[in-house]
């Protein structure tokens, strides 16, 4: 009989009763709705243990690779030790360094004993009760730090507390991280499509070093849109990755101003015009909703697949000074 | 075997979504209803209706297609029919047989009543 371990309760499991049963039994309220491994109400995550395919079936690539499994679909065979993902833990990160892209976005380095995907996001409290979203750039090995970009706002809670009243060698609370922007190797014989505005670069740069880390071969087109020339960063970083990788692009996109080697206009235009076939491609996009939420369609409607585009829409500036 | 698993199970299911949710996006009788939905919600609610009308495993109820539809203002009989009519524009691109189009489409019908709440 194979037990299971969820929280600090051992339950016992008989195999032919699913790991949402057996916890529902046991007092455990956990979401569900379908029961059929459609709906993914009852999302589980594998901490130890052997997870049987069938309780995958249907997840994401970047599902699975979380360890995530549907508690309906799952009828153990070795001992799990399991939990409710996005679990509210929290864990200290030190802050490294602080330093500006643009005028008004931060980069702050951060040492936290946590593991991530690169493009994955976590959160960062100023208290118990304000806590905003942002993802991260960097790879927990390669980089050896969690590199986050904050854009700040003049009513920003979050922000300006951060730019006026933290300091290098504080210690920060962040949510573990989470979230499925993240590139896999199953997608190493796609062409990937990247593109956002603002601060959505940040899991973007993390994707694309990551990707290029993993010897992707495919083309690589990474657009990164802003108002203006001085509002793009990493410019000179993303230059010399695309000297470095001949199947790296790199496109930045202005609303105006454009310098030379930029180009000006509507990101969602550009792209829609320029890639209009995108079957079998990967699409990343990330930044403004409205940008995100016209990509994601015009993207699908040219022909990727709804389970090869991740759109991460960043919530709004004044949602986020609220 | 059930029509579901002659169709080819999760794996056919998966590729009429994509086929079936873009010709809905792009029909100009319905895609309106669709401008403001989140895309990732909708794709995993058609693929659970698409695995219903193959005849796959489900937990179908009425109650919750008639809470899903009924904040859709004016909601009529045409548009479930362009509905039945994209799935079955689908399923023919997928190379599935008329006799089975028009079982799947008796299924889609049988639903008529809860989609537009009466």
């Not at chain 1, 079936?57 to 699975?64: V, Y």
């Amino acid at each position: 009989m194979a037990k299971l371990f969820y929280n600090a309760d051992q339950l016992d499991s008989t195999g032919d009763v699913s790991v949402l049963d057996t916890l529902h039994s046991a007092g455990f309220l956990i979401p569900s709705s379908c029961r059929a491994g459609l709906c993914h109400a009852c999302l589980l995550r594998a901490d130890e243990g052997d997870i049987p395919a069938l309780a995958q079936k249907g997840l994401s690539e970047t599902e699975k690779r979380q360890r995530l499994f549907l508690g309906c679909q799952c009828f153990p065979v070795t001992d799990m030790k399991i939990s409710t993902p996005d679990a509210s833990r929290t864990v200290q990160a030190r802050l490294l360094e602080l330093s500006m892209l643009t005028q008004d976005v931060m980069r702050l380095r951060l040492k936290a004993d946590v593991d991530w995907f690169p493009g994955q996001y976590t959160t960062l409290w100023k208290d118990a009760s304000l806590g905003r979203s942002y993802s991260i750039a960097s790879h927990p090995v390669r980089d050896g730090f969690m590199e986050l970009h904050i854009k700040r706002y003049p009513d920003g809670m979050l922000s300006r507390w951060l730019a006026e009243q933290v300091h290098v060698g504080h210690e920060l609370e962040i949510s573990l991280p989470r979230g499925s922007c993240f590139y896999t190797e199953t997608s190493s014989h796609q062409p990937l499509l990247l593109a956002c505005t603002g601060t959505g670069l940040a899991p973007l740069y993390g994707v694309v070093q990551d990707a290029l880390g993993q010897g992707h071969q495919r083309p690589i087109h990474l657009f990164a849109a802003a108002g203006t020339p001085d509002q793009l960063y990493l410019v000179h970083e993303l230059r010399l990755l695309e000297q470095t990788y001949s199947n790296f692009h790199y496109y930045p996109v202005c609303r105006r101003n454009a310098q030379p080697n930029m180009q000006e206009g509507d990101l969602v235009e550009l792209i829609s015009n320029r890639y209009k076939d995108l079957k079998g491609w990967k699409v990343f996009l990330c930044g403004s909703p409205m940008a995100v939420k016209k990509l994601q369609k015009k993207c699908f409607l040219q022909g990727a697949s709804m389970s090869d585009i991740h759109a991460d829409a960043f919530e709004s500036p004044l949602a986020r000074s609220a | 075997m059930s029509l579901y698993e002659k169709l080819g199970g999760e794996a056919a299911v998966t590729a009429a979504v994509d086929i079936f949710y873009r010709k809905v996006l792009a029909d100009d009788r319905i895609s309106h209803y669709f401008d403001s939905v989140d895309m990732d919600g909708q794709a995993v609610k058609q693929k659970a209706f698409l695995t219903m009308v193959f005849g796959g495993p489900n937990n179908y109820t009425g109650k919750d297609m008639r809470e899903g539809h009924k904040h859709l203002k004016g909601l009529n009989d045409t548009h479930v029919d362009a509905v039945i009519e994209l799935l079955g524009e689908t399923l023919k691109e997928l190379g599935v047989g008329d006799d089975d189009i028009a079982q799947i489409a008796g299924i889609a019908n049988s639903v008529r009543d809860d989609v537009l709440n009466r």
